[in-house]
Nanobody
């Protein structure tokens, strides 16, 4: 599975961005999809996940109420809508795919495929 993330950029605090992750896999609908991020000098961390069946979602506490993950299985795309952005959201954001073996994959090592990352910079 090849994943292509896009939509990053520079935004002021309080602004919004929508990230997209396009998948090459025709059975995309069978994959759990996640977003992770890595800030400078920090380890990569979980942001959000959406299950392959039913679209159940979960989020890191730091983004709950501000970020929304969604998917369009007809287009093989997963989105991350980011609102009320804060400077601490500045990071490289990665999308990832897990082949459905995990109920709710939160850990990086559960994921099978990764996109190349897209930079999000939030200015104060």
């Amino acid at each position: 599975v090849q994943l292509q993330a896009s939509g990053g950029g520079l935004v002021q605090a309080g602004g919004s961005l929508r990230l997209s992750c396009a998948a090459s896999e025709p059975t995309f609908r069978n994959y759990n999809m996640g977003w992770f991020r890595q800030a400078p000098g920090k380890e990569r961390e979980f942001v959000a996940v959406i299950r392959w069946a039913g679209g159940i979602t979960d989020y890191a506490d730091s983004v709950k109420g501000r970020f929304t993950i969604s998917r369009d299985d007809t287009k093989n795309i997963v989105y991350l809508q980011m609102n009320s952005l804060k400077p601490e959201d500045t990071a490289v954001y990665y999308c990832a795919a897990e082949d459905g073996g995990s109920w709710f994959p939160f850990r990086q090592d559960e994921y099978d495929f990764w996109g190349q990352g897209t930079q999000v910079t939030v200015s104060s």
